[in-house]
Each structure stands twice: as C-alpha cells, then as structure tokens.
C-alpha cells in the first residue's frame, strides 16, 4: 500500500494515475475536495481509500505501507496566514517523517525551488545544514518548505532516525494538466492557453532589471509527467536522504513559454508587457535552473522533454477537456 498526500492535486493525482498504470490498485489519498474541482483530478483513478488530513494520524497507527509520497501542501506564495502555513507544511511533513522513520517506510516529500529564494547563490542541491543556513526564501511559502529541509537535514547530520529512503524535492516550475483547481496558483501555461482561447493579448511583468530584456526573464519549466517518472524511479530503487532539484535542467525565458503554447494552438500571441507591481519585484526570480548532478548521480539517466513538447502534450490535454 503506497499513500500520497495531495493525491488529489495537480502532480499527486498524476502521482496516482502512474501509480495505476504500474498496476497498483492500493494506493491511499490524503487530501480535502472542498467544493471546486479537485475532484475531476482522479475521475480515471482508482484508489483504495481516501483519508482527510485531520484524521491520518489516526490512520496510520498499526498500518504496514510500501511508502509514502507527501505532495500535500499549501503551496500558494501568497500565502500570508504564518499558523495555517506552519501547521499543514511544517507540523504535518514532521508527523509524517517521525512516523516513517520509526515504521522503517520510504518518504518521499515536495520541497521548493522557492527554498532558494533569489537565486543569488544558484541552484545547487547541497543539504548540509551550513549551506542551508545561507538561503533566504521570499515568501512565506518558501521559508515553509526550508523549515522542514533544515529539520530533515539536521537530524541526517546528528545521526537521529530517519526513514530508510528520505528524499526532498525541489520542484521548480511544474506545469501540465490537472491545475484548474489551483486558481491562480496554476502555471503560466494553463493562463496563456485560457486568454489565447479567449483572443485577448497575453500580458508579461516587463523587466526592472538593466540585464534582462522585457520577457527574457528566464525560469526551469518542468513538465509534470517528467516529475512522476523521477518520483517513481526513487520509489523503485535508491536508499538514503537528501535533497534533489527536480527540474528541466535548462532555464528558458517567458517569451519562450508564450510563443510555444500559440505555437501548439496554432495561433500568433500578441504580446504585450506590463509593470511588475512594486510589492514584487524586491521577491521576484530572474532566473532559476535546477542543477541536476545528484539526481543522476543516483542513476536516473531518463531525458526530460522540451518546453516545446511538454507544452504541446499539456495543450491537447486542455483541448480535449474543453
């Protein structure tokens, strides 16, 4: 019996779906529907049981599981409620590691390329606890996941219990299907797709920085199912704990993201730039690429797809769901 938190989410549904395909029918969901949408993530997934996060604890004491992969989160970088975010990022990620740890099960949870903050000092997954010490995220979101990073890797240096396979990944921008639900925390993707649909100019935060042209900021876009093959692959094999970015590995610029949605549509987006509000541009990223060293040093050798594929098969996805 494998569970995944947020398993009704954006990459936990996926997470669910792939978990089906490999033939597992025992796999447990930890998540709230609430009233929206989230729903219709799982309408072609089976699962055995379907827990609310308040009573999992309760769940857990006794059982036997394969593994644990925590999605669930907060995961909104507008968050501003400091108790909501500590209680379900911080205290539940540290319910779960304790209870993995003593039952001996593998947990694999969602960290943050966020943890990184500006990105001054790159986007190398070290995990010693000096390193860690130095980054400084910028938002509350963010300082959330490096919270948990710091305790995991705290415990790791001071030979504390840990579970038998403990990895943290920092997703950087993931996009693909299955984001409705998340507003406008969805990716920039799903946005450019729903205002082209729309015929309306898809607007861009101009740059405020003399090194980036309007549009040229550059991030790390990461297709969804290139994240589940990755989770899988440390399902099936390597032990241990650590931190791994888990990303493209090659950063591309807004202009880029844009042109290749209207590229799989078919159609010219007209581009138009906007100012970047002041209360972000001192917590905007200019430039975020995962360092993929320690993920395939670890044996993963898959390749990931381009903008231009990922996006593509995300866009027929959307179509279809029209």
């Known amino acids: 019996m494998i569970l995944v938190t947020g398993?009704?989410?954006?990459?936990?549904?996926?997470?669910?779906?792939?978990?089906?395909?490999?033939?597992r029918r025992d796999v447990v969901v930890c998540d709230l529907l609430r009233s929206g949408p989230k729903w219709r993530n799982l309408r072609r997934c089976v699962f055995a049981d379907f827990i609310p996060?308040?009573?999992?604890?309760?769940?857990?004491?006794?059982?036997?599981?394969?593994?644990?992969?925590?999605?669930?989160?907060?995961?909104?970088?507008?968050?501003?409620?400091?108790?909501?975010?500590?209680?379900?990022?911080?205290?539940?990620?540290?319910m779960l590691l304790d209870w993995c740890a003593k039952a001996g099960v593998p947990f694999i949870y969602a960290?943050?390329?966020?943890?990184?903050?500006?990105?001054?000092?790159?986007?190398e997954d070290r995990d010693d606890g000096a390193f860690l010490a130095t980054l400084r995220p910028l938002n509350l979101y963010g300082w959330s996941k490096h919270a948990f990073d710091q305790t995991v890797a705290a415990r790791r240096e001071s030979g504390a219990p840990l579970p038998p396979a403990c990895w943290g990944l920092k997703f950087f921008n993931v996009y693909g299907p299955n984001e409705v639900h998340k507003g406008e925390m969805r990716s920039v993707v799903h946005k450019v797709f729903e205002t082209l649909q729309r015929e309306e100019p898809v607007q861009l935060f101009r740059s405020h920085r003399?090194?980036?042209?309007?549009?040229?900021?550059?991030?790390?876009?990461?297709?969804?199912?290139?994240?589940?093959?990755?989770?899988?692959f440390l399902l099936a094999g390597p032990r241990g704990a650590g931190l791994l970015n888990l990303g493209n590995g090659t950063a591309r610029t807004w202009l880029d993201l844009v042109r290749a949605v209207g590229a799989a549509m078919s159609v010219t987006p007209d581009i138009r730039f906007i100012d970047m509000p002041e209360a972000l541009r001192e917590k905007y990223q200019y430039w975020t690429e995962a360092r993929l060293d320690r993920l395939r040093g670890l044996g993963y050798n898959a390749a990931f797809a381009s903008l231009e594929e990922g996006v593509r098969e995300t866009v027929s996805h959307l179509r279809a769901s029209l």
Do not use: C
């Not at 398993?7 to 033939?23: D, E, P, R």
């Open 111 to 123: 960290s943050s390329a966020a943890t990184y903050g500006d990105g001054t000092l790159g986007f």
């Open 53 to 94: 996060p308040d009573e999992l604890a309760g769940w857990l004491d006794g059982r036997r599981l394969d593994a644990v992969i925590h999605l669930g989160a907060n995961s909104s970088t507008l968050a501003v409620d400091g108790d909501d975010v500590i209680r379900r990022n911080f205290r539940f990620s540290l």
């Open 210 to 232: 003399p090194d980036y042209a309007d549009g040229e900021q550059l991030r790390d876009f990461v297709w969804v199912e290139d994240v589940v093959a990755a989770i899988q």
């Open 7 to 23: 398993g009704a989410g954006f990459i936990g549904s996926h997470m669910v779906g792939a978990l089906n395909a490999k033939g």
